[in-house]
């Protein structure tokens, strides 16, 4: 069984892995997978993803990021992935085999994408638990992903303590 977890840096995501490590991978739901692929998605820096690498900088001025500053912020970027997905590791460590990946793009397009070209046999994700109209101007990857993967979805929602203590 091959598995993808979607993880980003909110409870929720981490929520979804630790129920996913204590109770799909415990062998309660189709015994101990092969392998999970934690996936983080960050989207491209908007700072700099203007093309043609260019963008206003006042009246009749357009100005140009310099290599470094785009250089830096794409090592700030990477340093942030790799310590969500340390974390995530750590919750794995002993229990599953994990492997990670790290993507740049939107998440909800990246994780149906790469579910379907690894060919896994389940993604999960967690839910934020955003109301309506929230979810219609901010967008819902875990909605996104139940209509569009092409495999089976999990979507952990977080206990009601854990989303009435952000409210």
Partial sequence: MRVIVGIDESDESFYALQWAVSNLFNGLIGGEPNLVTLVHVHQPSKRYAVPPSAF??????????????VDSERRSEEQISAAILSRALEMCSNKVKAETLIMEGDPKDMLCEVSEQMNVD???????????????????????????A??????????????????
Avoid at 60 to 69: E, K, L, Y
């Fill in 56 to 69: 206003p900088a006042g009246v009749g001025v357009t100005a140009f990021p310099s290599t470094a500053a």
């Fill in 122 to 148: 389940l993604l999960i994700v967690g839910s934020r638990g955003l109301g309506r109209i929230k979810r219609a101007f901010l967008g819902s990857v875990s909605d996104y992903c139940a209509h569009h």
């Fill in 150 to 167: 092409k495999c089976p979805i999990l979507i952990v929602k977080p206990p009601k303590e854990m989303a009435t203590a952000k409210d």
